[in-house]
């Protein structure tokens, strides 16, 4: 999904990502919420690839390729202007459902309740950074030149996700719904980065990728841990004295919710700062503003859990409190590396956005060929470092290259 230049690949490799999800998420089959969340999951998650794919042929029908930077040099050309559109409009429907995007959120809950907790830490992060990646080359690479359009579509759906996520997690009380709706509004904070012009927006959405999936594996591993198999502990009143119980898990557990609220010398600080600033920087300030706002929501529900884990338990809960969970070597590396990871990219994070800045420029479409204009000389003009086709190559006797 990350590497294709080429729908139809894109939309083969999303079909394979979506359908190993579907069957995790019913793993636990004991249970009667596993199954329930797979099917859910499973018919809604079927609607929005048939949106994309539907995306895809009417994007087909009026450029005659699938190829991403062909579309892009025929988007703005193309004489069947509103049959592109209304691809694009079906193909941003089926991207944002992947990203649990409102008003295309409404399998989270359920999924992340249902599903076993390692396999919500696995499809918070890696197919959800996936699908953005996807949107930044829809976007960005297929429709620049559409910029005007797709750009205030995104502010709506960037606002309503923060606003119905948080509005919506403050009224929870199991962990895990409480942590999709936070999924929710989190995917509204990497929206927000999109109103950025040119690289700016696709650095700071990619760097805010890697500081989530950082801190979301962490939380989700110490719920897996503390619940078991059986989830025994869903609610957010089971995790009481948490930090008494088992100081690692407690302490790491408060960690990664400061992060998640945008503590400083955390990587959710700088995910949201950098967020933020590429979003006033694409003119879209009450964007900006609406996601500070709402990040002060947020830490109403994410402290409320952090000071449940760290209050002291009371002595006949804690009679009959479970016996220590015993932390293997396996999870012991995956929280360290959760945990050395947040607090890396919120202490110096400059190597992670150098790389992340250079990784943007690569996510240029080549530039729109003009009526009449020479297709060789576009092509030569879209090769890195703008060195055209037939630059004449003095260090090897003077041949083409």
Known sequence: ???????????????????????????????????????????????????????????????????????????????NQPLILAGMALMLVGVLFKVSAAPFQVWTPDVYEGAPSPVVALMSTGPKAAAFAVLLRIVYEMFPGLHSLWAPLLWVVAALSMTVGNLAALRQQNVKRMLAYS????????????????????????????????????????????????????????????????????????????????????????????????????????????????????????????????????EAANATARPHTRVGVAVTAALFFAAAATLILGILPGAVLRAAESGAHTLQAPPVAQPGADPAAVNGMGQQGGAMADEPNHSSGGQPR
């Open 1 to 79: 999904m990350t590497g294709a230049v080429e729908l139809l690949v894109v939309f083969i490799a999303l079909e394979i990502s979506s359908i190993a999800t579907y069957i995790l998420a019913g793993f636990r089959k004991s249970t009667e919420r596993g199954p329930e969340s797979a099917i859910k999951y499973f018919l809604l998650g079927s609607f929005a690839t048939a949106f994309f794919l539907y995306g895809i042929a009417l994007i087909f029908g009026a450029t005659g390729t699938t190829q991403i930077y062909e579309i892009a040099r025929q988007a703005t050309l193309a004489v």
């Open 183 to 314: 999924s929710i509004a989190q995917a509204g904070y990497m929206l927000a980065a999109f109103a950025g012009a040119g690289t700016s927006g696709i650095a700071a959405t990619s760097f805010y990728l890697a500081a989530y999936a950082a801190m979301n594996v962490g939380v989700f591993a110490v719920i897996a841990v503390v619940s078991g198999y059986d989830e025994s502990m869903p609610m957010i009143e089971d995790y009481r004295g948490l930090l008494y119980n088992s100081p690692l898990l407690g302490g790491l557990l408060i960690f990664f919710l400061i992060s998640l609220v945008g503590i400083p010398f955390t990587g959710g600080f700088f995910g949201k700062f950098y967020s933020f600033s590429s979003a006033v920087d694409g003119g879209a300030v009450w964007l900006a503003l609406i996601g500070l706002l709402n990040s002060g929501l947020a830490s109403a529900y994410y402290l409320r859990l952090a000071l449940v884990t760290a209050q002291r338990p009371d």
